[in-house]
């Protein structure tokens, strides 16, 4: 598993996740090479290969989502692939999992490693409130949960809209902090991670970890939609063991 990223965070020991690269996988290029995104245009025989080599790592059943960019948060099952942009599990060995290009994928747990959620944050979601969602579907006090903010599009790549500001703005004043302008009039570059951490903090969740990646700069691990539309998709997944 060394090519994927393991999470830094006081997690309970029971509770296992990790984000997978770029590397280890049979996809020809653009999708090079472990793309586990089978909305992508990659080959299918090519994405099964590559998700079956993630199960028999990892050991665990990961419970794929078809992403909307929406707020709905659904019990993990990795026996229909369910219309949600989050996902929960109490259940031992089903994987919580999401699939990014630059959206933000935040990873949940309890302090008492007794369930697990994954959600998909783009800006839309994010402002949508799809965190919020699912704190709220994790059933447990905000004080108990811990939260990793894992690999997304960051604060020096992500231009966006002075509509984008607005949105999380009409929330959250603070939010403003988010943003500075961009050398393009009109444009702000947005920290995705920043406005992540202000939506939980204002739910009672200030135990927020991670948050220091770039998929637009990190060409070598992460895929990026924004630095090529036709790309392949990495996955953040988090279990109970």
């Known amino acids: 598993m ?3 990223l393991t999470p830094d965070w006081p997690a309970p020991a029971n509770v296992r996740a990790c984000v997978t690269t770029r590397a280890g996988g049979v996809s020809v290029e653009p999708f090079d090479s472990f793309n586990l995104g089978d909305h992508v245009g990659d080959e299918p025989a090519a994405v099964a290969e590559n998700r079956r080599r993630l199960t028999a ?3 665990c059943q990961p ?3 078809s992403q909307v960019h929406g707020i709905d948060v659904v019990e993990a099952d ?3 692939v369910a219309t949600a942009d989050a996902n929960w599990s109490a259940t031992r060995g089903i994987a919580c999992t999401i699939m990014t290009a630059d959206c933000l994928p935040a990873l949940f747990c309890d302090r008492a490693g007794t ?3 994954a959600a998909h944050a783009g800006w839309r979601g994010l402002a949508g409130g799809v965190l919020e969602a699912t704190v709220a579907a994790m059933g447990v ?3 108990e949960l811990l939260v990793w903010l894992g690999p997304s599009i960051g604060p020096q790549a992500f231009e966006v809209g002075p509509e984008v500001r607005e949105a999380f703005l009409a929330d959250h004043a603070e939010a403003a902090r988010a943003f500075v302008p961009s050398t393009n009039a009109g444009k702000f570059m947005a920290d995705i991670y920043e406005l992540a951490r202000i939506r939980l903090a204002a739910k009672g969740v200030t135990a927020v970890y991670g948050g220091d990646f770039c998929t ?3 060409t070598e691990r992460f895929y990026s939609y924004r630095r090529s539309s036709r790309t392949g998709r990495q996955a953040s997944l988090i279990w109970l063991a």
């Open 57 to 59: 790592e990892l050991g």
């Open 216 to 218: 637009f700069t990190d």
């Open 63 to 65: 419970a794929w989502l």
């Open 78 to 80: 990795p026996s229909a």
């Open 2 to 4: 060394s090519p994927w």
């Open 141 to 143: 006090a905000p004080a």
């Open 115 to 117: 369930r697990v959620a």
